[in-house]
């Protein structure tokens, strides 16, 4: 009779995938995440015996604990299978606790995919759990309980219930707050540029201008401006140079865990934690109807961008087949890893190049395919060919100033056929053509432009470029990025507006405190080097207890000193001329868990509250009301009608008072990358559409000046499925 195997899993998805790939004597069972933690209710961690933590059964997973410990009595052999990370081990760690089984025998699998191979090879080959990655994940554990515990309450006291302060979230809103500072401080330099437009022989072209005598020249007032102006009247324009050269560009490597969530951003609009959702599904496995329930992508919690030599062999052939050998580099591309990696994982990619998105569009949602397709064409872009462009520098001369026309076209397009990465801003490259032109060739001056332009301050953080500062500052891990963005947020530390963030009176009160009592703590520098001490415990370098030690003990001295120094702190509530509609009292802005809204300032012996509803300055275009921004449940802005439900107007572009010019409709305010800002008609059959211009941009007529948003977040509640079916 054969041997019965318990196989345990995190989550009933996996489980479900799993069992389909091992044989009847196999029974897979999921632990559910965590089945042990320290108490919500009390330290937990015993600080003068060692820092050693006091486990107990996390409230809910009594009857699950029983119920593996009932499979595992029945079972000859118990193998664990959680993630592949520091937090599956620690799973994997305290299952065989509860359940009896000895940690330093053959009972822990790994797989860095949930396909059948993955799968069979890895229950072939169990090793013994590793302690010091157990012992990395306690230390970050309990060190998190050591400053969360201690320091939360503080806030508080000093502060306002239900705060808290945790050992990266606290760094992540400190970045969010120097970005503030940064752009505050900023002061605006003007400068000016010029351009040329000149017709040659063959053609048109722009030239700007970019030195004088063979400087470069920077041009800083009206007063320079005009001077060079007045220069270059009567110069003859004249072809000094032309340069042509062959540029490569080179494919981004495949996904990691922070460069999908900054592209999933970039290009699919998605939230990091959406992203991390999603990417679950894939990587768990999905029904594909024939073929059954199959895991798409490899794990998706990692920072490594190394591939197996199998999925390169099949990628390679993969391309030879479906683009032809010109596609192909004569070897495989390998890419380097920044820093100190768990180099045992992979990049995120397609768990086989075979399984085109198109071929999936039918059996997976939208937002599955849209992922799917990104990782999939990123992974297979990784190993084209480079792209080769053509490009073009005409250096021409007007007296002594110097004037400079480029231009790129794409010769072969190489991984561009398939992909590109996406940008954080909003810079063009220069491409296209210019026409053929020979040294000495002389232009003829079309139009001359001279702009003024002033220097602008550092952008604020969107949810891409906070990761990517998150991950160059060593903060955080692959799989704590999500988590720490929507703490911030929730904590109403920062808010969300316009896809940036902006830091909140309380996230700035805290930081400040922070600052000021526990500089340590906010310090960037500090927390990465914590992480890198934790990566070092897990790579049996260093003592897990020590480095609690020198932690805590000048922490606590610090707290103390805290606790006597620091007054109560208020944050006044900033009144409204609005009056509560049950006793008369001016209604005040309160921020709660889904943002800002109205209160009264008698509560608790008032209760009244209504969502803080901002007026655009447009008037509704079906009752005269006042069109107000709202959010959907899942924070989504659309804008409404003040009035409603006595009118249902609703728009998820932003409507302006501008008619169209052929329908006299009002048109709506549209903005793209691609495109830029636009106004355009929504009535049907019409199409008309124009850009906005610069002047114009943010501020559209009928608008007050700046954006309407900044002074906070409207928390109407409604669920908008479509435009103009609120539900």
């Keep these: 009779m054969s041997n019965k195997v318990l196989v345990i899993v995190e989550s009933p998805a996996k489980a479900k995938t799993i069992s389909k790939f091992l044989g009847r004597r196999y029974q897979v069972k999921a632990s559910m995440g965590h089945v042990r933690d320290l108490p919500k209710s009390q330290f937990g961690v015993d600080v003068d015996g060692g820092f050693n933590p006091k486990y107990i059964t996390i409230r809910g997973k009594g009857e699950l604990l029983k119920e593996l410990r009932t499979a595992a009595k029945k079972s000859d052999q118990i193998l664990l299978g959680p993630d592949p990370d520091r937090e599956g081990e620690a799973i994997a760690w305290h299952l065989a606790q509860v359940l009896g089984v000895d940690e330093h025998t053959p009972c822990r699998i790994e797989f860095n995919e949930i396909t059948k191979s993955a799968i069979q090879n890895a229950v072939k080959k169990p090793r013994p759990i590793d302690t010091s990655r157990v012992e990395a994940q306690q230390a970050r554990r309990i060190l998190d309980r050591l400053v969360g515990y201690n320091l939360s309450p503080l806030l508080w006291r000093k502060i306002r219930k239900g705060l808290s302060a945790g050992r990266v979230q606290s760094v992540a809103v400190r970045l969010i707050g120097d970005r503030e500072e940064e752009i505050s401080d900023f002061t605006p330099e003007e400068y000016w540029s010029l351009t040329a437009e000149l017709k040659a022989a063959k053609g048109n072209l722009q030239a700007r201008l970019v030195r004088q005598d063979e400087n470069k020249l920077e041009i800083k007032s009206r007063e320079e401006m005009d001077r060079v102006l007045g220069e270059l009247s009567g110069q003859a324009f004249v072809v000094s140079e032309v340069k042509r050269k062959e540029k490569r560009r080179n494919p981004s490597p495949p996904f990691t865990t922070s460069s999908l969530q900054q592209e999933a951003y970039r290009k699919l609009g998605f939230t990091a934690r959406k992203t991390m959702m999603i990417a679950q599904q894939l990587y768990e496995g999905l029904d594909l109807g024939k073929e059954g329930t199959v895991g798409l992508v490899t794990y998706i919690r990692t920072d490594s961008v190394r ?10 052939l993969h391309i030879q087949t479906r683009f032809g050998a010109d596609y192909l580099p004569a070897e495989p591309r390998v890419y380097e890893n920044k820093g100190k990696i768990q180099n045992a994982h992979e990049a995120i990619r397609p768990t086989s190049v075979t ?3 198109e071929t999936l569009k039918a059996v997976v949602t939208n937002d599955q395919y849209k992922l799917y397709k990104l990782i999939y064409e990123r992974f297979v872009s990784s190993q084209m060919s480079s792209a080769i462009m053509d490009t073009t520098t005409i250096e021409i001369k007007a007296g002594a100033f110097g004037f400079r026309a480029s231009g790129s076209v794409l010769k072969f397009p190489g991984f561009m056929k398939v992909y590109i990465e996406g940008r954080d801003d909003d810079s063009k490259e220069e491409e296209g053509l210019l026409p053929e032109v020979s040294a000495e060739e002389k232009l003829d001056l079309q139009k001359i432009d001279p702009k003024q332009h002033f220097t602008q301050p550092p952008p604020r953080y969107s949810e891409a470029t906070l990761v990517r500062a998150l991950e160059e500052q060593g903060i955080g891990r692959p799989s704590t990025y999500a988590p720490i963005i929507e703490t911030i947020v929730a904590r109403g530390y ?5 896809k940036q963030f902006y830091l909140t009176e309380l996230g700035e009160v805290v930081v400040d405190l922070l600052k000021e009592h526990f500089p340590d703590i906010i310090d960037v520098e500090f927390t990465a080097d914590m992480e890198a001490k934790l990566d070092a415990i897990e790579e049996g370098a260093a003592d897990w207890k020590r480095i609690l030690r020198d932690f805590y003990e000048p922490f606590r001295e610090t707290l103390e000193d ?25 209604l005040v802005i309160k921020q709660g868990r889904f943002g800002r809204f109205l209160a009264c300032p008698r509560f608790p012996e008032c209760r009244f509250t209504k969502p803080l509803l901002e007026e655009i300055g447009v008037p509704c275009p079906k009752c005269d009301g006042h069109v107000v921004i709202r959010r959907t449940k899942k924070g989504r802005k659309f804008f409404g009608c003040a009035n409603y439900p006595e009118c249902d107007y609703v728009s998820w572009e932003r409507p302006t008072n501008v008619p169209c010019p052929q329908c006299a409709k009002p048109l709506v305010q549209k903005e793209s990358k691609k495109l830029g800002t636009r106004r355009v008609c929504t009535t049907e059959g019409c199409g008309y559409e124009e850009a906005v211009p610069d002047g114009e941009k943010g501020a559209s007529p009928g608008w007050p000046a700046g954006d309407p948003d900044e002074q906070g977040e409207p928390v109407e509640r409604r669920e908008l499925t479509e435009p103009g079916v609120p539900v």
């Design 494 to 498: 920062v808010v969300r507006e316009d």
């Design 355 to 357: 399984r085109e998105p």
């Design 562 to 586: 805290a606790e006597e120094k620091i007054g109560e702190i208020e944050i006044a509530d900033e009144v409204t001329d609005q009056l509560c509609e049950v006793c008369g009292a001016n």
């Design 307 to 316: 591939v197996s030599d199998s999925a390169v062999e099949e990628v390679r």
